[in-house]
C-alpha cells in the first residue's frame, strides 16, 4: 500500500494492521506516524509537540486525536513510549537500526538524547545470563538535568 502524505511517501503495514484490527487509516493517523517518519529514529517528540508541528504543517488535528494515535501506533510496535519522571511521556520511531540504545533525559524540561554504551550491553548480557533469562533487548535511562536548566536554575 502506498500513500501519499505532505511529509514523506510511505510504503508499511499501517494500513493492513488497521484494517485487520477493523480500524481506518485516517489522514490523521498517517500524519503522525509520517511526522514521526520524516524525523527519523532517535527523536523524541511529546504529544503536545506532535500537535504543534502537526499544525505548523497546516494539518487540521486535535491534541485529543494525536493522544489517541498515538496510543495507537504504540500498540501496533510503531512508536515506542517513554514515560519521565515527572509524569510526561516522549514517543519515538521503532528502528531495527537502533535496537540497543540508552537515554539520558532531563529531569526538568524533558529533553531526551540517545546515547550508545557497549558496556551497558555487556552488563545487560551478564545480567540476563546470571539470571537464566534470554536477553532480548538492553535500555538505560539516566535521569540528570540538563546544561540549559543548569544555566536557569541558579
Not at 499544525?55 to 494525536?66: E, M, P, Q, R, Y
Not at 531495527?96 to 537515554?103: K, S
Request: proline share 3%; glycine share 8%; aromatic share 6%.
Amino acid at each position: 500500500m502506498q500513500t501519499v502524505s505532505k511529509y514523506l511517501i510511505i510504503r508499511n503495514p499501517l494500513g493492513s494492521g488497521l484494517h485487520q484490527e477493523g480500524k481506518r487509516l485516517t489522514k490523521q493517523r498517517l500524519k503522525v506516524l509520517n511526522l514521526f517518519e520524516n524525523i527519523g529514529p532517535g527523536n523524541h517528540l511529546s504529544a503536545e509537540e506532535v500537535h504543534l508541528e502537526l499544525i505548523a504543517s497546516n494539518s487540521k488535528v486535535s491534541l485529543a486525536t494525536v493522544y489517541r494515535t498515538l496510543r495507537l501506533l504504540v500498540q501496533m510496535g510503531f512508536l515506542y513510549e517513554r514515560e519521565l519522571s515527572e509524569g510526561g511521556h516522549r514517543y519515538e520511531l521503532l528502528s531495527n537500526d537502533f535496537p540497543d540504545h540508552h537515554h539520558l533525559i532531563c529531569i526538568r524540561c524533558g529533553r531526551t538524547e540517545e546515547f550508545e554504551s557497549d558496556q551497558v550491553i555487556e552488563a545487560g548480557k551478564n545480567a540476563a545470563k546470571i539470571k537464566g533469562f534470554k536477553l532480548i533487548e538492553s535500555s538505560f535511562k539516566v535521569k540528570a538535568i540538563c546544561p540549559n536548566c543548569q544555566l536557569h536554575s541558579t
